[in-house]
């Protein structure tokens, strides 16, 4: 089993910038990818951002292109998300996940192959 556990999240201005970190522990040489979800009031729950183990490949869905950053943070299996420009239309719950799959291509925001979800922090952009 893998547990994720996810940083506080917290809440800015229009414009301002939040950071995120998640750490995987347990049987994490599984992992082959992790990144993060969002879910926003009445919207559906949407990939934001992931990252390939291996080698640091990232995806980044296009609302958060040039604005957000998933990197490793000092550690194979803990995942910094750098959030800039942050716009209202950005607070949601954000999941750190974290899949088992070798390959996503395709399905790299479908939340279906991602096997472990952390219990998701709270972000709050104010206009």
């Known amino acids: 089993q893998v547990q994720l556990v996810e940083s506080e999240g917290g809440s800015v201005v229009h414009g301002g910038s939040l950071r995120l970190s998640c750490e995987a522990t347990?049987?994490?040489?599984?992992?082959?990818?992790m990144g993060w979800f969002r879910q926003s009031e009445g919207k559906e729950r949407e990939g934001v951002a992931a990252l390939r183990i291996r080698d640091g490949r990232t995806n980044y869905t296009d609302s958060v292109k040039d604005r957000f950053t998933i990197s490793q943070d000092n550690a194979r299996y803990r995942v910094t998300l750098q959030m800039e420009r942050l716009e209202a239309e950005d607070t949601g719950t954000y999941y750190c996940v974290a899949s088992r799959v070798r390959a996503l291509n395709g399905a790299i925001f479908n939340r279906l192959v991602y096997n472990y979800w952390g219990q998701g922090t709270q972000v709050t952009v104010s206009s």
């Open positions: 347990g049987e994490t040489n599984s992992i082959n990818f």
